[in-house]
């Protein structure tokens, strides 16, 4: 049951992040969801496995949407193309950064454990 709420929430949180970005860019409310399904996504749909493959992807997503505007020069094409496209991924972006800060908690948690 919980990974069903987990893949619910990635599912919506990436459909909400497209439809958002090419809508409405900057919105304090999409920002909000977003963030708060990254949390349960972090929290309910990353397992052990997953996480060093899923902490690498986020790095990348997160890079790519919030430090760079790769698509702004496809505005110079069909105008405004590129702005939505950068906002899609920027939301992207949003709803990855809770569940990778959450994952890499876990990940630095589990190395600081005495063990083996």
């Given at each position: 049951?919980?990974?069903?709420?987990?893949?619910?929430?990635?599912?919506?949180?990436?459909?909400?992040?497209?439809?958002?970005?090419?809508?409405?860019?900057?919105?304090?409310?999409?920002?909000?969801?977003?963030?708060?399904m990254?949390?349960?996504?972090?929290?309910?749909?990353?397992?052990?496995?997953?996480?060093?493959?899923?902490?690498?992807?986020?790095?990348?997503?997160?890079?790519?949407?919030?430090?760079?505007?790769?698509?702004?020069?496809?505005?110079?094409?069909?105008d405004?193309?590129?702005?939505?496209?950068?906002?899609?991924?920027?939301?992207?972006a949003?709803?990855?950064?809770?569940?990778?800060?959450i994952?890499?908690?876990?990940?630095?948690?589990?190395?600081?454990?005495?063990?083996?």
């Amino acid at each position: 049951m919980i990974g069903i709420i987990g893949a619910i929430a990635f599912f919506a949180g990436m459909l909400l992040a497209i439809i958002g970005g090419g809508v409405s860019r900057e919105n304090g409310t999409i920002v909000l969801i977003l963030v708060i399904m990254g949390i349960i996504i972090g929290l309910f749909n990353i397992t052990g496995r997953e996480m060093i493959p899923f902490l690498v992807a986020a790095i990348a997503l997160v890079v790519v949407g919030i430090a760079a505007r790769p698509f702004s020069p496809l505005d110079d094409v069909i105008d405004g193309l590129g702005r939505v496209l950068n906002g899609m991924v920027a939301y992207i972006a949003v709803l990855m950064t809770p569940a990778a800060i959450i994952n890499a908690v876990r990940v630095v948690w589990s190395l600081a454990q005495p063990g083996d």
